[in-house]
């Protein structure tokens, strides 16, 4: 191989962040290539700029990587592709295994193989088949000692994955979600003996983790046991970095029976790695963000509705005691508002920090605007329209791209109510109208018709008279003066500048990306839930066995 092979795996956009270094890090390149080395061994994130450096200072001293040290360091550089960097993995992945098979590692090089077919932006059928074969390729090598017992899980769990990804195309889901939980208690079993090995017990947890994510839709409380497992064993293979999908997982398992204390201490600790010399990367750390904003808003609203329910019983069994009751109440009631508003500084600032985490060239376009969405709403809730506006105008761009039209919908119906209550009530009824029109083709005609009345109602605060203008909306249909269907009311008085000042509808509007597939991971890490489907190519599906 050439000296200049670090040229092949700079790929235009950086897929990792270099950072700072440690401080600490050797100048001699033998010394480099050590580190890349046990850094690739121990399946750390920083094994990709590892490898850069070292075959760099290779170059410089006129040397070159071997065939399978460069082939370690296309498969880690590849690990790293995020963002715009992702139609990168598969090629670097395919020429990987082509260097381990030069290189006589037939192990790794199916586990390359493997996940090449998966790095792809929605692998199906075909690719789940090939991974079939590729299984048994690495069962057929283990039995003859050509194939590590870490190398052969890793692609039956890479299948496992392709398979998990499938199940909503599948006659029958349910079915065939208990049949892959069964193979994967097979893989479990196959890897268990093993997992005094660190690169086997780092399978293991990601199969527990997959294990967990096609349970929670049906057994929450099996699915919770095999995610605390998952930690377990991902502590146990000597990782000292945060599992983020884990803690994500665990975590949306929590909120869902109710344990949000819980839930969000868990997130908390992930957003603060005991490993100083290996930073979070920033689209895990926006996920967390994300996650904890939603844990903190979920407990907040748990903890008011048990107070409100637990004031009530008690005002139905001691009527007598109303009285005080009453004035305990009043003399609680500054109290109220001050806890609010520390939730709701602490939400404003996670979703500010996951904000900043989605820029850069690596962004993932999706995450990005809905966190300026929800950071926008929030601010707007809270009376701070200017900023609320400028955010939403920038998550905007995100839904058009992404395709998503509840995205389109929410945000610019919010961009309405900003700009009516900045005094723009004419731009506003315009914002209003545009969502009207990518609404009416939804087969549920009621938002589309509220917001349509919305934008009367704001033409008539403008002192303008007349219906709607008429807004071509998508596939050249003509939306205009919406004043059947049936919608939430939307008539109210003039808009007072508050967060109450919002019009109740916003909220009644679809949540962006629409309602996933049962077993599909959303970016909050909720099989099933109402958020993005989390970015699983390649970041999180090709992981394994690093």
């Known amino acids: 191989m050439s000296s200049r092979s670090p040229d092949e795996f700079r790929i235009g956009v950086r897929p990792y962040d270099r950072g700072a270094g440690t401080g600490d890090e050797p100048e001699d390149p033998h010394e480099l290539l050590h580190r890349a080395r046990r850094l690739t061994v121990h399946g750390h994130p920083g094994a990709g700029s590892a490898w850069e450096r070292a075959a760099t200072a290779l170059r410089r001293a006129g040397g070159a990587l071997t065939p399978g040290d460069h082939a370690d360091a296309l498969d880690a550089t590849a690990l790293d592709c995020r963002g715009a960097a992702r139609p990168a993995a598969g090629p670097l992945f395919f020429r990987a295994a082509d260097l381990h098979e030069r290189a006589g590692q037939r192990g790794k090089a199916l586990v390359s193989r493997a996940r ?11 690719a789940c088949a090939r991974l079939a074969e590729l299984c048994e390729r690495a069962s057929a090598l283990h039995r003859v000692g050509q194939a590590g017992t870490a190398e052969t899980a ?18 029958d889901p349910a079915a065939e979600a208990a049949a892959l939980r069964e193979d994967l208690a097979r893989l479990i079993a196959f890897a268990a003996p093993h997992r005094a090995d660190p690169a086997v017990a780092r399978v293991l947890a990601d199969t527990r983790a997959l294990l967990g994510r096609i349970t929670a839709p049906d057994d929450p409380a ?18 000292t970095w945060p599992a983020t999908e884990h803690h994500l997982l665990l975590s949306a398992v929590l909120r869902a029976t ?74 609680e009631e500054p109290e109220e508002p001050e806890e609010i508003a520390q939730e709701g500084g602490e939400l404003l ?55 998503d039209t509840a995205g389109r919908v929410r945000t610019r119906a919010w961009l309405a109510e900003c700009l009516l209550h900045l005094g723009e009530p004419d731009r506003a009824a ?25 934008a009367e109602h704001v033409l008539g605060l403008a002192g303008t008279r007349g219906p709607v203008p008429e807004i071509r909306g998508t ?26 000042g919002a019009w109740p509808g916003l909220r009644a509007l679809p949540e962006p990306f629409g309602p996933p597939e049962r077993y599909q991971v959303d ?17 999180t599906r090709v992981q394994g066995c690093e």
């Open 430 to 454: 315009r914002e209003y109208a545009l969502a009207a029109a990518a609404a009416r083709p939804w087969g549920d005609p009621r938002p589309g018709a509220a917001l349509s009345r919305r």
């Open 349 to 403: 600032a996670l979703l500010a920090e996951a904000v900043r985490h989605t820029e850069g060239p690596a962004r993932d376009v999706r995450v990005g605007a809905l966190a300026r969405l929800l950071l926008g709403v929030a601010h707007a809730e809270r009376g701070g329209w200017d900023r609320a506006l400028a955010l939403l105008e920038q998550a905007l761009p995100g839904f058009q791209d992404d395709g």
């Open 523 to 539: 970016v909050y890490g909720e099989v099933g839930g109402a958020g993005p489907q989390a970015a699983t190519a390649p970041g």
């Open 258 to 331: 109710g344990a949000h204390e819980e839930a969000a201490a868990l997130l908390r600790a992930a957003l603060v790695p005991q490993a100083t010399d290996t930073p979070l990367r920033a689209a895990d750390r926006a996920r967390l963000c994300l996650a904890l904003a939603r844990t903190v808003a979920g407990s907040g609203e748990q903890g008011r509705t048990a107070r409100s329910a637990e004031e009530a019983a008690g005002a139905a069994d001691a009527a007598a005691e109303t009285a005080a009751a009453l004035e305990e109440e009043q003399a």
């Open 222 to 239: 099996a699915a919770e046991a095999q995610l605390r497992a998952a930690l377990d064993d991902h502590r146990a293979g000597g990782r």
């Open 475 to 500: 596939g050249g249909t003509v939306y205009a003066d919406a004043k059947a269907g049936t919608g939430p009311s939307v008539e109210g008085g003039a808009p007072d500048g508050g967060a109450r």
């Open 116 to 126: 090449a077919l998966v790095a792809g932006p929605g692998p199906g059928a075909t």
């Open 154 to 171: 890793t692609v039956r769990l890479l299948h496992g994955r392709i398979r998990a990804d499938l199940l909503g195309t599948a006659p």
